[in-house]
């Protein structure tokens, strides 16, 4: 390329020659390109967002760890949270300190247990709490408590009682009465009247029932205290309630989806006690046939026979006359009354049952399938009762 293509190819250029557009040229250009940009100003918004919210969560976890510590605090010292009363616990012979911590907590005197076994740990208490009856305000706070559980043990006399099933409230207190464990009066004022604090106590219908605690009450032989009627009554029935709430520990899940209530389950459950007592393989099926009827529009009462036999109440109990389940349960049912309740036979599709002299069930899905089987028995003199 010689001198004058270069002249011709690369022409001067002049200032005018730097106008691109109306309005637009070197000068607002750069100023343009001067401007802080805009990411700049989000960032720092950002970051002041941020800075609140570390400076928002540090606050929330120091009042968390405050509370905590103000909580723990409290819980040795037996200060706040609902304490000032007076309460009564017993502890067995033998008891852990895991069992005594679950006991205190119970009584409110402890809000955290684990924290009451990790201060016996290190105080090196453990083995040293004494078995009885103990009577205190739960105010004490961790080193009352634990000198109490030391050095007050009361050794009181005790006594083994068996509480059969199909037991009701009456039987119940005979026994106890007997035994010398409490006065009827006393035991029956706890039966009506008496503080605990279980989830189920808290459902019973009382105004419908005529014992409050009936059914609830639950069979099993007990060693019961007999140095005071009325601590001992409350300490007897307190023990029937914990029991229940053990055995049915298993099972509740399923009678929360079964469609009944816990008060309903155990005055069906009393029901099959009543009918199948003694025969425990029998109870799914006996109570498969009851909740059938209960369900069939063909039957508007159950019609079983020994729920005429109980004293009180009268048509709220009476299942040939009360429509579909009584008020509440008429006896003490055992475990596996409750657990057949629970668990009825499956497509079991029979409305009929009857027993022979020996205890036999026999069942029929119609009436007169029913009584042909009455009328065999008892021309055979097998007949016990009639369903």
């Known amino acids: 390329m010689d001198e004058k293509d270069l002249n011709t190819q690369y022409t001067p250029l002049n200032e005018d020659d730097f106008v691109i557009g109306e309005g637009f040229n070197i000068a ?3 100023a343009y390109q001067s401007k802080p940009a805009k990411k700049k100003k989000r960032s720092k918004s950002h970051s002041g967002i941020k800075t609140v919210a570390w400076i928002v969560s540090i606050i929330v976890i120091s009042v968390a760890l405050a509370f905590g510590v103000i909580f723990v605090t409290a ?13 009564i616990i017993e502890i067995e012979k033998g008891t852990s300190v895991v069992k005594i911590a679950e006991k205190l907590e119970e009584s409110g005197a402890v809000k955290i247990p684990i924290l009451f076994r990790v201060y016996s740990k290190l105080k090196h208490f453990e083995g040293k709490y004494k078995y009885g009856v103990y009577e205190f305000n739960n105010e004490l706070g961790y080193s009352g408590i634990a000198e109490m559980l030391m050095s007050e043990g009361a050794k009181a006399d005790s006594v083994s009682v068996t509480i059969p099933e199909m037991a009701n409230v009456d039987d119940i207190a005979k026994i106890l009465s007997e035994a010398g464990v409490c006065d009827k009066k006393d035991f029956l004022y706890e039966v009506r009247h008496g503080d605990f604090d279980f989830d189920f106590v808290k459902e019973i219908p009382e105004e419908s029932v005529y014992y409050r605690l009936e059914g609830y009450l639950f069979p099993e032989t007990y060693d019961f205290y007999c140095y005071d009627s009325k601590e001992c009554a409350h300490l007897a029935v307190f023990k029937m309630l914990s029991t229940l709430d053990e055995r049915i520990k298993p099972y509740r899940e399923d009678i929360k989806n079964s469609g009944y209530s816990f008060h309903e389950i155990m005055t069906m459950a009393s029901i099959v006690e009543l009918e199948a007592g003694g025969s425990p393989s029998e109870m799914a099926n006996v109570a498969a046939v009851f909740f059938n009827r209960l369900k ?4 508007a009462t159950l ?6 036999k109980y004293p009180y109440g009268n048509d709220r109990y ?4 009360c429509n579909g389940l009584p008020v509440g349960p008429l006896c003490s049912p055992g475990i596996n009354s409750i657990k057949g309740t629970v668990f009825p036979t499956k497509d079991f599709d029979y409305y009929y049952f009857v027993t022979d002299a020996s205890m036999k069930f026999y069942y029929n899905k119609t009436l007169k399938e029913h009584n042909s089987i009455i009328a065999k028995l008892k021309a055979e003199k097998n007949w016990i009762y009639e369903d």
Not at 296 to 299: E, G, H, P, T, V
Request: glycine share 16%; charged share 35%; aromatic share 14%.
């Open 318 to 321: 009476n299942t040939y006359v």
């Open 28 to 30: 607002e250009d750069e």
């Open 303 to 308: 019609g079983s026979s020994p729920t005429r």
């Open 296 to 299: 069939s529009k063909d039957f």
């Open 75 to 87: 819980d040795y010292l037996g200060i706040g949270f609902g304490r000032g009363k007076d309460c």
